[in-house]
């Protein structure tokens, strides 16, 4: 099983509409989820931060955290031709520990 | 500058080449990291290194061999590599201050593309 899973996509969303994008994780003590963002050719962008099971909103980004059943989402709100990417989920573990990430879910946004 | 800077941003190199990847970051921070994109794999960590020791090898061939003179600077000396060590090498930073409410997020540099043929 891999430490951390995504669908690969391509995750296709018409303008305007809501992107959700999930990720699953193996490991019980992970403890910090991030999202990046990685356009092609480029290097990634941390987008969101959470470490609390919930939801936090910045912008038109919402993550979602449940620990209990371990996985982290990710919704992009009014999507935008600019919101095209990858997206890629990391975790980790503890204090000072390692960024794992995972595949990276495919984004397209159609005008 | 800002950031992290990675040079050169392509490389492409024989197999029984020697070449270095820099990296510098201008954040601070006390940790820097090398990682490995390939197409179609996930971001695979390398190298680790905290304040300036390097604490985790993710079973890394002896052909990549990582320096990290002090916190600003890591490098990645690389020798008589193989095609399929072609892929986007990054660079990121991280501050870890112990407190998991911090934000942990990883600065990354632009990547170093390389080719070996």
């Known amino acids: 099983q891999k430490e951390v899973e995504q669908n690969s996509g391509p995750l296709s969303v018409p303008e305007g509409a809501i992107a959700s994008l999930n990720c699953t994780y193996s490991d019980r003590g992970s403890q910090s989820f991030f999202w990046y963002r990685q356009y092609s050719g480029k290097s990634p962008e941390l987008i969101m931060f959470?470490?609390?099971?919930g939801d936090k909103e910045d912008g038109r980004f919402t993550a979602q955290l449940n620990k209990a059943s371990q996985y982290v989402s990710l919704l992009i709100r009014d999507s935008q031709p600019s919101d095209s990417a990858t997206y890629l989920c990391a975790v980790i573990k503890a204090a000072g520990n390692k960024l794992t990430f995972g595949g990276g879910t495919r984004v397209l946004v159609k005008p | 500058e800002t950031g992290v800077t990675q040079t050169p941003r392509h490389l492409v190199m024989g197999m029984t080449n020697k070449k270095s990847l820099k990296c510098e970051q201008h954040?601070?921070?006390?940790?820097m990291y090398w990682y490995k994109q390939s197409a179609k794999k996930p971001l695979e960590l390398m190298f680790v290194y905290s304040l300036e020791e390097r604490v985790e090898n993710n079973s890394v061939p002896s052909r990549f061999s990582p320096e990290c003179p002090n916190s600003s600077h890591l490098f990645l000396h690389l020798h008589t590599l193989q095609p399929e060590d072609s892929a986007l090498y990054l660079c990121?930073?991280?501050?870890?201050?112990?407190?998991?409410?911090?934000?942990?997020?990883?600065?990354f540099g632009s990547g170093t593309r390389l080719t070996v043929v």
């Open positions: 959470i470490y609390s099971n």
């Open positions: 990121a930073s991280s501050q870890d201050t112990g407190d998991l409410r911090s934000n942990y997020g990883y600065t």
């Open positions: 954040l601070g921070h006390n940790a």
